[in-house]
Each structure stands twice: as C-alpha cells, then as structure tokens.
C-alpha cells in the first residue's frame, strides 16, 4: 500500500548548524507533498509545500527539496534555533481529501 | 494559534465506554478532518465532513462516527472503546471539499482508553 516514511528518528543538531531531515514515499503518483512541524502539546503546524511539478521550493529559512527519480524528500532548515526543536512529518495527498502521513523525525537542537 | 479549537483536552475512558469529542473550525472554514496520532507515531486520516456530508473516510471500522453542523464545528464519536483507541485526536479545518493544501489543526484531545 501507499506510505510515507522518514529514514531518521531522531536528529541531533547543533545551534546554528543546518538541518536535514528526509522522508520517502511510495507512491509515484503523488502530485503534492507537505512538511509539518509538531511541538510538544500542539497540533502539526504547517511549514512549507511542494508540488510534483517542482523540484525545490523555498521559504523563510526553509528549503524543500523533491527527488522523484528516488521518491524522496527532503527538508532543509538553515541556522537551526531552539526553537525549531519539534517532531516533523512529511505527508502526501493520496486523495483530494487525505494526507497519507511518515512517522516523523525529532529534531534535538544542543546549545 | 489556529483558531481551531478542541475539547475536551484530555480524557479518560473504559474500554468498552462510548467517547464524543468536539472541534470548532476556523472562521470561514467548511471543512473538518479528523485523524489519529498514536504514540510516536505520525496522523491517520479518520474522515472528512463538508458542508455536513462526510466527504471521505480512511480505513476506520463503523463504530468511529461523525457529525458536521450547521455552524461547520465538528464531533467524533467511537463506540465500544478499545485499548488501541488510545491516541491523540486532532481535527483540521480547511475551506473547500479536499482542502489538505490549506488545513489548520487544533491542539488535540488526548484519550485514554483503560
């Protein structure tokens, strides 16, 4: 079946320092994929998005990067603060109405 | 903050027990998803309402129901709780049928089956 999965689960990163946190799909027919960020407590917090007619997609200190030859994704956070210790899921629309979900990483930023 | 709102935050139940938990979507939206986080795990798609018809489901048995009303807030019930119901329920709202490109979550109900 369709899934969504993430090589890491937990990421330890230096403050400062750049993150990568990377996930892998199945299905090659996803046209759109989203990255969350979760912090303890609060519900997954959108970050940024991608379609399948891209390949990278930038926003505020954040890249996407998309690699459908390998079905994979990435998510690049530059100058990693405290603040953006979290757990991040990518997910994938498998239907007009569904997100199709990874595990998730963690990511512990160390002062 | 979202503006999506969740209650209870917590809950307690007996396996066996019937839950009700409610959302109030964003202003303006007319769509709620509700998923499913377990422990360390990421969300499962329960079902999705718009305009008060269910819209879609995942690969949920019967006994987790819904509602949508008039006022576009939202209730999940599950009947016969069991042990594996134990998880963190959050619901979305969005504007439009569909609408995971715009979803917005709320914080959550965490529920305890015993």
């Known amino acids: 079946g369709e899934s969504v999965g993430l090589h890491l689960p937990t990421l330890s990163v230096q403050e400062g320092d750049n993150s990568i946190i990377n996930c892998a799909y199945s299905?090659?027919?996803?046209?759109?994929f989203i990255w969350y960020k979760q912090e303890s407590g609060k519900g997954p917090q959108f970050i940024i998005d991608i379609r399948s007619n891209m390949d990278k997609r930038q926003g505020q200190r954040v890249t996407v990067l998309l690699n459908k030859t390998v079905k994979h994704l990435s998510l690049q956070i530059a100058a990693t603060q405290p603040g953006d210790s979290a757990v991040y899921f990518c997910?994938?629309?498998?239907?007009?109405?569904?997100?199709?979900w990874g595990a998730g990483t963690k990511l512990i930023i160390k002062p | 903050e979202t503006g999506v709102t969740q209650s209870p935050t917590h809950l307690i139940k007996t396996r066996g027990q019937q839950v009700t938990l409610r959302c109030s979507s964003q202003?303006?939206?007319?769509?709620v998803s509700w998923y499913q986080q377990a422990l360390g795990q990421g969300p499962q798609f329960i079902f999705q309402?718009?305009?008060?018809?269910?819209?879609g489901r995942g690969n949920f048995p019967p006994r987790f129901s819904g509602l949508q009303f008039p006022n576009y807030s939202s209730e999940l019930n599950v009947n016969a709780l069991e042990l594996d119901d134990s998880a963190l329920y959050l619901c979305?709202?969005?504007?439009?049928?569909?609408?995971?490109?715009?979803?917005?979550f709320g914080p959550g109900t965490r529920l305890l089956v015993l």
């Open positions: 979305a709202s969005s504007l439009g049928a569909g609408g995971v490109e715009t979803q917005y």
């Open positions: 309402y718009y305009r008060e018809e269910e819209n």
């Open positions: 997910a994938e629309r498998a239907s007009n109405y569904q997100l199709i």
């Open positions: 202003s303006g939206h007319n769509t």
């Open positions: 299905n090659s027919a996803s046209d759109y």
